[in-house]
T-cell receptor, first 113, second 113 residues
Framework: DADVTQTPRNRITKTGKRIMLECSQT?????MYWYRQDPGLGLRLIYY???????NKGEISDGYSVSRQAQAKFSLSLESAIPNQTALYFC????????????FGEGSRLTVL | AQSVTQLDSQVPVFEEAPVELRCNYS??????LFWYVQYPNQGLQLLLK??????LVKSINGFEAEFNKSQTSFHLRKPSVHISDTAEYFC???????????FGTGTRLQVFP
């Protein structure tokens, strides 16, 4: 089983719908991240969390919200999806003791029609 | 603000040829530098990193990168590429004592037989 698991892996939805992407990890890491990948733009940070009670906005948090339900779970929500949120979304984790080394899930491809 | 520039969006090369993927960064303070690789339909994984010490760092599969502070560069090189090196490569930086990893826009390396 993967250390960082994302569900769903693929989702097609309509404009205005609420969508939740879930991430769970078995690595025991405190820090978790949500990134968005778009062709030609690389990865951009949406939200990150140092622990259950510490959540921080990244560079493109507008239109998104997150919930850190437990150390191992970090969910990303789109309250009212719009077409320009069509992208590949990645969850990642990191150990406090390991500078810069993120462990990524396999991605969730979201299409908003 | 810090930023990462990968000037080449695509690099086509024949098998066994040398390759260099360029990365430049801008920051007024000390940084840590990373190269991540993304194989098709997978998440990113760490290829190599520079934190301190020797400016030349190497990966287990033959890639190397050299930190050049005066030129603010961290170019990735391999003397002889293989078909299996076909992937997208991302340069990333993190400011000393911060937690946000900032990615470049990526370079797609395509190795032809």
């Amino acid at each position: 089983d993967a250390d960082v698991t994302q569900t769903p892996r693929n989702r097609i939805t309509k404009t205005g719908k609420r969508i939740m992407l879930e991430c769970s990890q078995t690595k025991g890491h405190d820090r978790m991240y949500w990134y968005r990948q778009d062709p030609g733009l690389g990865l951009r940070l949406i939200y990150y969390s140092f622990d259950v009670k510490d959540i921080n906005k990244g560079e493109i948090s507008d239109g998104y919200s997150v919930s850190r339900q437990a150390q191992a779970k970090f969910s990303l929500s789109l309250e009212s999806a719009i077409p320009n949120q069509t992208a590949l979304y990645f969850c990642a984790t990191r150990s406090v003791s390991n500078t810069g080394e993120l462990f990524f899930g396999e991605g969730s491809r979201l299409t908003v029609l | 603000a810090q930023s990462v520039t990968q000037l080449d969006s695509q690099v086509p090369v024949f098998e066994e040829a040398p390759v260099e993927l360029r990365c430049n960064y801008s920051s007024s303070v000390s940084v840590y530098l990373f190269w991540y690789v993304q194989y098709p339909n997978q998440g990113l994984q760490l290829l190599l990193k520079y934190l301190s010490g020797s400016t030349l760092v190497k990966s287990i599969n033959g890639f190397e990168a050299e930190f050049n502070k005066s030129q603010t560069s961290f170019h990735l090189r391999k003397p002889s590429v293989h078909i299996s090196d076909t992937a997208e490569y991302f340069c990333a930086v993190i400011l000393y004592n911060t937690d946000k990893l900032i990615f470049g826009t990526g370079t797609r390396l395509q190795v032809f037989p």
